[in-house]
């Protein structure tokens, strides 16, 4: 064989045993890349997992606390009914003794203007007696209704703070 004959075959060589060579290289960086891809997934995956993990609880916690802030609203508004019945009572006593009252004012006698005076006294007592009934409704009324509004905000409010401030 030439010396050109030797020389080209050597540089084959060369060139292929370089070929192989750059091909076994991208080989291992195919491999190091893809076992990097799968470890970041990997990775990834697991945050995914323990982010779901962390929802849920919060998501149970905010349940947990709008659960206590909607019984104890109920507990609240069930003691403000209790109240609000033995006012109620209360009132009806005072309006049953104010009637008895009203009842009993003037005088009866012989003088007539002595009885005039009396009746007028006592119709007086009865419009007093029922514009203090009415009064008295009323204002259990509008009791009823600040309770409830204020048990309710207290309930809302509390709600809402379980919901964007975490314990602590």
């Not at 076992?35 to 916690?61: I, K, M, N, P, Y």
């Not at 909607?70 to 403000?80: D, G």
């Not at 006698?109 to 009746?119: L, M, T, Y």
């Amino acid at each position: 064989m030439s010396s050109w004959g030797v020389r080209v075959v050597a540089l084959l060589a060369a060139v292929g045993s370089y070929w192989l060579v750059y091909q076994h290289g991208r080989s291992v960086e195919r491999a190091e890349a893809v076992a990097t891809s799968a470890q970041r997934d990997s990775g990834d995956r697991l945050a995914e997992v323990l982010g779901e993990r962390g929802a849920r609880e919060e998501e149970q916690r905010r349940t947990a606390a709008h659960e206590e802030v909607r019984a104890h609203a109920q507990e609240q508004k069930t003691i403000a009914e209790g109240a609000a019945a033995g006012a109620d009572a209360a009132g009806q006593r005072l309006h049953d003794e104010a009637g008895k009252l009203a009842a009993t004012v003037g005088c009866p006698g012989a003088d007539p203007a002595v009885a005039a005076r009396g009746e007028a006294a006592r119709r007086a007592a009865m419009v007093l007696s029922d514009l203090l009934a009415r009064a008295d409704a009323r204002a259990g009324e509008l009791a009823a209704a600040f309770d409830r509004a204020r048990i309710a905000g207290l309930a809302c409010e509390k709600s809402y703070n379980a919901l964007v401030k975490p314990p602590g």
